[in-house]
């Protein structure tokens, strides 16, 4: 088996394990368990693994990739085993899901460029497509099975992660041996460690990057962790939740080529297309909470996957653009913003009792609206990125 393979699989399933979550909100919230406490579960993800990401490439050098890449997995199935035994109590919830969010930070950085290193003999940029397409993958497969095995098999809060144990097991045997990983003495070149400050520095990040970073996961995860439990689908409504999830993610990877091409030639014009989308995104929620018809989410789903899928493509590209001295930090960096969306949940719980959802999302659209002219003459202003010749993209989504 191809080294690359046995390093993607274990980013499949830490890809797996953070968004399996998902669909089984429906799950909770039908227990005893609080629409408060289930959605702070689901944003605790995001507290564990915005620091990771920022810690997970100084681990990378000091520990190597390899021991980085099994520590993530072996915390993946971690937080699995706690939501799995701790049934529907709060503290396992949210340790649970903080762990998964852990996992998430230490392996995405760490495993794309290990599977980068393994595509070397390949056109520009293999590497890290095949990476996206792994987490991907994983992102996508978590919730639509979980949602399945939710619906229709026994014991639906035990049954899903059980099934992910046994793919982290898999996947710990295939990556023990995988080939590259380099040790960490091999990394400790003596260079200075690259500085947070310098990516921030740059206007163009501060903003055009920074205002719209969280809108790419914020847009996804009012897709399939909010909309689903305001307009239940009718019938299996575990399943079409997991269903919800799974379109959302394949609309933002079905972008993302198409999107690739116009970024090289402007990330401009790609992170304009994505604010459209955003708007007209949160325009169909809107529609769809207000006349209360679950076959109006299909279209909100895969306009909120493509905003998801071009704001990541955007912001990806241009801080490829921006030259930072390390790109894994500036990648980073760029994560912990987009992952502030998934706060988005808990603000729409904690609000609809004074605001009407729909009355919500038509604001949270104008809102949108409103920065496409704010980054476009952020752009005129200020422009001194240069336009990057290849673009090579991370991990995608969540």
């Known amino acids: ?8 699989s274990a980013m499949f399933v830490v890809g797996w394990g953070a968004n399996q979550f998902s669909p089984l909100l429906l799950v909770y919230r039908q227990g005893a368990v609080s629409e408060s406490v289930v959605t702070l579960a689901f944003g605790a993800y995001a507290f564990g693994l915005v620091p990771m990401l920022l810690l997970a490439v100084p681990l990378a050098r000091r520990f190597g990739r390899a021991t980085t890449i099994r520590a993530a997995l072996a915390v993946s199935a971690v937080a699995s085993l706690i939501l799995l035994t701790g049934g529907d109590r709060t503290w396992a919830l949210v340790i649970g899901r903080l762990l998964a969010g852990v996992a998430s930070g230490a392996g995405f950085g760490p495993g794309t460029a290990w599977v980068k290193d393994l595509s070397a003999h390949t056109a520009s940029g293999t590497g890290a497509r095949r990476a996206a397409v792994a987490l991907s993958a994983g992102f996508g497969g978590g919730p639509l099975v979980a949602g399945a095995l939710a619906e229709w098999a026994p014991a639906p809060e035990v049954i899903p992660y059980a099934v992910h144990l046994f793919l982290a097991a898999g996947a710990t045997w295939l990556v023990w041996n995988a080939p590259g990983g380099a040790p960490p003495s091999q990394r400790r070149d003596g260079s200075e460690p690259p500085r947070l400050g310098t990516v921030f520095a740059h206007r163009g990040f501060r903003y055009q990057v920074a205002p719209t970073a969280p809108l790419v996961f914020g847009a996804a995860t009012t897709s399939f962790a909010v909309l689903p439990a ?9 399943a079409g939740s997991g269903a919800v999830a799974g379109l959302t993610l394949a609309s933002g990877v079905a972008v993302q080529p198409l999107a690739r091409r116009i970024a090289k030639r402007s990330h401009h014009v790609i992170r304009h297309c994505g604010l459209v989308a955003a708007a007209g995104g949160f325009l169909l929620a809107a529609a769809a909470v ?29 801080v490829e653009a921006l030259k930072a001295p390390h790109d894994l930090v500036g990648a980073a960096v760029f994560y912990c913003f987009a992952y502030l969306g998934f706060v988005a949940p808990y603000l729409v719980t904690s609000v609809k009792g004074w605001v009407p959802p729909a009355v919500l999302f038509v604001c949270v659209a104008g809102a949108v609206a409103i920065l496409i002219p704010v980054t476009a003459l952020a752009g005129h202003t200020g422009r001194r990125d240069r336009q990057p010749e290849q673009v090579e993209f991370g991990p995608v989504g969540e």
């Open 1 to 8: 088996m191809a080294g690359w393979i046995r390093v993607a």
């Open 230 to 238: 305001l307009v239940p689908v009718h019938g299996p409504s575990i």
């Open 290 to 318: 207000r006349l209360g018809d679950p076959i109006v989410l299909v279209p909100t789903s895969i306009v909120l996957g493509a905003c998801y899928g071009m704001l990541m493509v955007s912001g990806l590209s241009q």
